[in-house]
């Protein structure tokens, strides 16, 4: 498997596979360290405490999920909250991937 895209199965991706597809996406659309990256916690603050995560960058954010995640994110379910901590935007992730 590709460590940029999350393979889908009966059950979906596991947690470690859409953690690990998130934080690849993060590194390459913000432009971040990977290392900073990879210590991410569910607290690490996104939205408003990332100068590269400006309203535009959540836009390609959000599309780069839905290609390499294999999810349909709606405009429904954007939401300040999700984007608000890395915990909040993995559970977002991981609850479409589990609903795709």
Known sequence: MNADTVSQNATGPSRAEVDQALRAILVDVLSLDPENVADFTVD????????????MAVATLLTEMEDRMRITIDDDDVEGEMLETYGGLLAFAEAKSIAG
């Not at 690490?44 to 309203?55: M, R």
Request: avoid cysteine; hydrophobic fraction near 35%.
């Open 44 to 55: 690490t603050g996104l939205f408003g405490h990332l100068p590269e995560l400006d309203s």
